[in-house]
């Protein structure tokens, strides 16, 4: 049979065969009486194989949009920011000691601050006024590097959230800057133990031994 | 007006409307988001099935496809494109998926069962065994015709929303459906083939020997 028969088969079992494609098949029939036998064994095919391919799509229906408050399916982690608006869904994928690792930092870092920072400074106003905050945070990045806390910010930055201008024209963007700074600790302390009583216990970090003499 | 017109006609009215509805979620109005997904996820489930690997699971990737939808409809460049887009957001999501290599428990979703499963969770997840063969046999056709076929079977799309869909010439998307069915049907005769054998060899039952008597 050839490659233009089964076509009008094809289309003709789907529905889809015009009036001009149907006389083609009944003139070609008239020569191959097997022609009418292809057809019924593609109509049952088709028939069986449909209706096998509604069945596994039907779990479509049960699939919504995502609501902007659920958090999705999966194993991804995303940060999402509030408000009935798009998001552009950033991913924060964070491996499991890089997590802890944030937590002990902080812990570390709350506890020992009062050591780290020494007591309160008067906070310096006079050559604050009339400067932008943009030439603020850059005099703080620079005297950081200066006083060795700041190691530098990184170039990415991170989108979180964008929205139309409240001009109307143009775009509003939410994003994340993100600033290395250093700190010297006199301990360290991670958080991988919980006590009897489910409270969380830090457990002080033994660094490596010395390099022998 | 003839068939082709009016198709072509049917054709274009969805297509406006789905430019329609594209462009007002791209506005952000959510109704006509979730419109649009409801308008077209089960042909992307088609697409899915046809790309996606078999340790896969459908209802996952569409969640993935959904969140897409969502985050990134505003980069859409033609509204009324947005069947072929969306057709690439679920290659993709199939492909990274595939790469990824991760592994999920067979018994989570529906509409994807592994062949391992026994035949009582396949007939659970809506599909007998006959359904299950033929989709086995439909995923062992080549992509280029393993996809039509399957937008075909889904929701009956004509070869030029096929095609549309495809960037494909509706002549090229029916002939890659006429071919698929074939390879098919071949498939099928190749596995019925011992049984019929063992059929035909099987001795003749008691039946009338001889005409009546009396």
């Known amino acids: ?213 | 007006m003839g068939d082709a017109e009016a198709r072509l006609t049917a054709v274009r009215d969805v297509a406006a409307a789905n430019g329609t509805l594209a462009a007002a979620a791209m506005r952000g109005d959510r109704s006509a988001l979730e419109a649009l997904w409801r308008e077209h996820r089960r042909w992307v489930a088609a697409v899915l099935l046809a790309h996606k690997s078999a340790g896969d699971q459908l209802d996952d990737l569409l969640q993935e496809v959904a969140m897409t939808l969502v985050t990134r409809i505003d980069g859409l460049r033609d509204p009324g494109n947005v069947r072929a887009w969306l057709r690439t957001v679920a290659i993709n999501a199939a492909r990274a998926s595939a790469r990824s290599g991760r592994v999920r428990p067979w018994h989570r979703t529906t509409g994807d069962v592994p062949a391992a499963a026994p035949a009582a969770a396949r007939r659970e997840h809506g599909l007998d065994d006959e359904a299950h063969r033929l989709l086995g046999l439909a995923a062992e056709l080549p992509a280029p015709y393993r996809e039509p076929l399957l937008l075909r079977a889904v929701q009956g799309l004509s070869g030029r929303t096929i095609g549309a869909i495809m960037d494909l010439p509706e002549a090229t998307v029916e002939t890659r459906i006429a071919r698929a069915r074939r390879m098919i049907r071949q498939r099928l005769e190749e596995l019925e083939a011992p049984r019929r054998r063992d059929e035909a060899a099987a001795p003749a039952g008691p039946g009338f020997e001889g005409g009546l008597t009396g």
């Open chain 1, 1 to 213: 049979m050839n490659e233009r028969i089964e076509v009008l088969i094809s289309r003709a079992v789907d529905g889809q065969a015009a009036t001009a494609e149907w006389d083609e098949l009944a003139a070609a029939a008239a020569t191959d009486p097997d022609l009418w036998r292809s057809l019924a064994l593609t109509l049952r095919d088709r028939s069986g194989f449909d209706r096998a391919v509604r069945a596994a799509v039907d779990v479509a229906e049960a699939v919504d949009v995502p609501a902007a408050e659920a958090p999705p399916r999966g194993g991804a982690d995303f940060a999402r920011a509030p408000g009935p608006r798009h998001r552009l869904i950033v991913p924060l994928r964070t491996a499991g000691w890089a997590a802890a690792a944030l937590v002990a930092l902080a812990w570390t870092v709350s506890h020992l601050a009062p050591r780290l920072s020494g007591p309160p400074r008067p906070v310096i106003t006079s050559n604050l006024s009339g400067a932008s905050a943009a030439e603020l945070l850059s005099a703080y990045l620079d005297r950081g590097r200066q006083e060795k806390l700041v190691v530098g910010e990184l170039p990415e930055r991170i989108l979180v959230d964008t929205q139309s201008a409240p001009s109307g024209q143009g775009y509003e963007l939410l994003y994340l800057r993100q600033i290395l700074e250093r700190a010297v600790v006199p301990d360290l302390y991670g958080v991988t133990g919980r006590d009897e009583l489910g409270r969380v216990m830090p457990v002080r970090f033994e660094g490596p031994a010395s390099p022998p003499m």
